[in-house]
């Protein structure tokens, strides 16, 4: 997940513990991800996907047209 979060462009703001938190210069929120077992709650990415349609994001190196 964390992969995916960097290629649109968010960058690690920070660790504590087993929360991660990533910042997007464009967008006002951050992204909160916990580290369970090796995976990304399933609610957390439902918000990512919701930021990325929010802000009309896309992968770095892709175009919007």
Same mark, same amino acid.
């Given at each position: 997940?964390?992969?995916? +979060? ?8 920070? /660790?504590?513990?087993?929360? $991660? #938190?990533?910042?997007?210069?464009? &967008? ?7 580290? +369970? ?8 990415? /439902?918000?990512?996907?919701? $930021? #990325?349609?929010?802000?009309?994001? &896309? ?7």
């Amino acid at each position: 997940m964390c992969t995916i +979060v960097e290629d649109f462009g968010f960058r690690l703001k920070g /660790r504590k513990g087993s929360h $991660i #938190i990533y910042m997007h210069d464009e &967008v006002k929120e951050l992204l909160n991800f916990q580290d +369970v077992s090796g995976k990304a709650n399933p609610y957390r990415v /439902r918000l990512f996907i919701k $930021i #990325i349609e929010k802000y009309n994001l &896309v992968e770095e190196g892709e175009s919007s047209a």
